[in-house]
């Protein structure tokens, strides 16, 4: 898409399309029909990330969650993390297809291989306002970054 911002993290750049909303958690909604949304990992996410290979989810389907709630738990090449829901809400459904196979996470982040349906009356930030988040937020990620690799 032409409409896509883009958020530079060193040599490679993060696409942050504008047809959807996101959290300041570096997940992406993306509204489907009446108040339901699709969520998944933004670019950036899956970048720091890097190559996921496991996912698993500590909460059934159609669970009320708070904000800082562990829901799950993804393992990639960097590191064992827990996930969060993007604001507090009710997961209605995963996406059963990366249950067992969560490779899509790292090749379609923002088409197939979405985490899960979700309602929440919080109100999700627009794509430009997510791009200042980032560049809050780069010095710092940098910095987390290269202490991993100094590890």
């Known amino acids: 898409m032409s409409d896509d911002l883009h958020f530079m993290m060193g040599?490679?750049?993060?696409?942050i399309p504008q047809d959807r909303v996101y959290s300041p958690r570096h997940?992406?909604?993306q509204r489907q029909e009446n108040d339901l949304y699709r969520v998944g990992f933004t670019a950036y996410s899956v970048r720091l990330l890097?190559?996921?290979?496991?996912?698993?989810?500590h909460i059934d389907e159609d669970t009320e969650v708070r904000e800082k709630q562990e829901i799950g738990e993804i393992e990639s090449s960097k590191a064992l993390?827990?996930?969060?829901?993007?604001?507090?809400?009710?997961?209605h459904r995963f996406n059963p297809?990366?249950?067992?196979?969560?490779?899509?996470?790292?090749?379609?982040?923002?088409?197939?291989g979405w985490l899960?349906?979700?309602t929440t009356d919080e109100s999700p930030i627009a794509a430009e306002e997510y791009v200042e988040v980032l560049q809050q937020g780069w010095e710092t990620a940098q910095r987390t970054i290269k202490g991993q690799l100094n590890d």
Do not use: C, T
Request: without cysteine.
């Open 11 to 15: 040599q490679y750049k993060a696409v």
């Open 27 to 29: 997940l992406w909604l």
């Open 50 to 57: 890097q190559d996921v290979y496991f996912l698993e989810w």
């Open 81 to 91: 993390s827990s996930l969060f829901p993007p604001f507090a809400g009710r997961i």
């Open 97 to 112: 297809e990366i249950l067992n196979d969560p490779s899509a996470i790292n090749a379609e982040p923002y088409s197939g």
């Open 116 to 118: 899960y349906e979700f």
